[in-house]
């Protein structure tokens, strides 16, 4: 029988060789100095021996504990041999189905599924940054503890809102990994209400007249890329959401027809948006198309014509020329056009609406379409448009009576 003072002695020869305990348990002692434990055993009459870990990683006890493991394998006729490959196999399979690599596949699923690329983008976003600390545990063994500490750095960094966001994609990521068999419980479920509460705050945005005429000089004086420049000249012109404007694609544009065709899988309602082009706007374009009209995207990014420029390009430019994070956003010329349009130039609340492509119902009850209203569209894009300029060149702007629906 072995015991911890003997094996601590066993000094290496020129060639290796095993020293016995008991019930087929031996040490192996190879040339190096490495002491591994063996199991002999015999299956289906032949003689065999299993691998069990290496002294003094694993101690005599633990040793002596697998080998009753694997003894009672034999009993029931099982193959170590075979049992070790199925082991490795499991184990692999586990490696590989990390949470990362499984939230990826889900991601790409929804993109064919029509999830708008903002949103994916921002989801690989949480996976390779937010999420880091469990990106390469295998998503079966990601427990809510584990994931609970990971949400609590985003807390401590004060993006409650993005933990809450990582916190929905990890519980859509494991009902996608139980559902195709890599995963049995859901545990960002266990966390409903363990977060912060995130506080409600409204995208910031310019609405004085006086104030976006400041904006939009900043704007026009702004030294950054062209690139750079014709997003943010047009952003407040079209007013589209941020993704819908970094993610415009050539074919999408028509500059003699003057119009922006969306497609759906691009819009946050999921349905085809037209957006009436003003003069001002497609003279943006037209200038643009020189630069980058012969690729894919009309606002490709530094690195790459392959890629739009990035989320930050236009809140980055905003605080650049002075305008915080309180101040003005890419997403604050929606609210400023939405308010500005009503208040100050009197165009219809369902028109104004619509244009924004918020969900608008007709008398009905019916959706609108695409082209719901597109003249009268038309007419308040180009008036919209002539009201920015004014505002640029610093008229002084008459409050216009409420138009006729």
């Known amino acids: ?62 040793a002596r504990s697998e080998r009753d493991q694997a ?24 490696a590989s189905n990390t949470f990362a690599s499984v939230a990826l596949e889900f991601l790409a699923k929804r993109e064919k599924e029509g999830m708008g690329m903002d949103s994916v983008e921002r989801g690989r976003r949480l996976i390779e940054k937010d999420l880091a600390s469990i990106r390469n545990l295998p998503v079966a063994e990601v427990s809510a503890t584990i994931l609970l500490a990971a949400l609590r750095k985003m807390e ?29 419980r859901n545990p960002a479920a266990d966390l409903i209400g363990a977060l912060e509460r995130p506080k409600t705050k409204h995208f910031a945005s310019i609405i004085l007249p006086s104030k976006i005429g400041e904006l939009l000089r900043s704007i026009y004086n702004y030294q950054g890329s062209l690139v750079t420049i014709a997003a943010l000249k047009l952003a407040p012109v079209v007013f589209v959401r941020p993704g819908e404007l970094r993610y415009a694609e050539w074919s999408e544009i028509n500059l003699d027809k003057a119009v922006w065709d969306i497609p759906a899988e691009k819009m946050k309602m999921k349905q085809p948006h037209l957006v ?25 990014g530094v690195r790459s014509m392959r890629r739009p420029i990035s989320e ?12 915080d994070s ?19 130039l009197g165009f219809p609340v369902d028109h104004i609406e619509h244009q924004l492509a918020h969900a608008v119902k007709d008398a009905n009850g019916r959706a609108y379409n695409r082209t719901s209203h597109l003249p009268a569209r038309r007419k308040m894009m180009q008036a919209w448009a002539d ?4 505002l640029r060149a610093g008229a002084e702007v008459i409050r216009l009576e409420r138009q006729s629906a």
């Open 1 to 62: 029988m072995l015991t911890d003072t003997k094996l601590r002695t066993l000094k290496p020869r020129e060639k290796v060789y095993r020293v016995a305990d008991a019930n087929g348990l031996c040490i192996e002692v190879r040339p190096s100095g490495a002491k591994l434990w063996r199991y002999r055993y015999r299956h289906a009459g032949k003689p065999s021996m299993a691998a069990l870990g290496e002294y003094p990683t694993m101690s005599l006890a633990e």
């Open 71 to 94: 003894r009672a394998q034999v009993k029931e006729g099982l193959n170590l041999a075979h049992v070790a490959k199925a082991e490795r196999a499991a184990r692999m399979e586990r």
């Open 156 to 184: 401590k960094r004060g993006i409650v809102e993005s933990a809450h966001r990582a916190r929905g994609l990890a519980g859509q990521v494991f009902r996608y990994a139980i559902a195709t068999g890599r995963a049995e």
């Open 276 to 300: 009436p082009l003003s003069d001002q706007a497609v003279s943006i374009l037209r200038e643009l198309h020189f630069l980058t009209g012969g690729g894919k995207y009309v606002f490709p």
């Open 312 to 323: 930050n390009t236009v809140n980055a430019a905003l605080r650049y020329m002075g305008y």
């Open 326 to 344: 309180d101040t003005m956003t890419g997403h604050g010329f929606r609210a400023m056009a939405r308010t500005v349009m009503d208040e100050e």
């Open 387 to 390: 009201y920015l300029d004014s």
